[in-house]
Nanobody, 127 residues
Framework: QVQLVESGGGLVQAGGSLRLSCAAS????????MGWFRQTPGKEREFVAA????????YYRDSVKGRFTISRDDAMNTIYLEMNTLKPEDSAVYFC????????????????????WGQGTQVTASS
């Protein structure tokens, strides 16, 4: 069973950048398709970005396209979320998630399809 630990969150001014990391242990990251989700108080967890096992396929929610980049380094058992031009509405707790899958190309934006979750890291973009 893989354990996921997020890091890199913090407080930045609007327009700033952060790079989130998600380190995996207890499993081989290359066996999973991976995703980033975020959640604010009183709201459901929402999809942010996903990346396939091969790394060749990525998918983003519309509001972060062109600003966020998901990537993976399987040798380091880590995935990343590079976030640029942050907006106050990006403020949330960000979670990484892993989905057991045999396909190297399929990705998912549905939280209920993911098998393992990290504890989250807080991102705050102040206006």
């Amino acid at each position: 069973q893989v354990q996921l630990v997020e890091s890199g969150g913090g407080l930045v001014q609007a327009g700033g950048s952060l790079r989130l990391s998600c380190a995996a242990s207890g499993g081989i990251l290359s066996r999973y398709t991976m995703g980033w989700f975020r959640q604010t108080p009183g709201k459901e967890r929402e999809f942010v970005a996903a990346i396939s096992r091969s790394g060749a396929n990525t998918y983003y929610r519309d509001s972060v396209k062109g600003r966020f980049t998901i990537s993976r380094d399987d040798a380091m058992n880590t995935i990343y979320l590079e976030m640029n031009t942050l907006k106050p509405e990006d403020s949330a707790v960000y979670f990484c998630a892993a989905k057991v899958i045999s396909s190297f190309s399929i990705i998912s934006k549905w939280a209920h399809q993911y098998d393992y979750w990290g504890q989250g890291t807080q991102v705050t973009a102040s206006s």
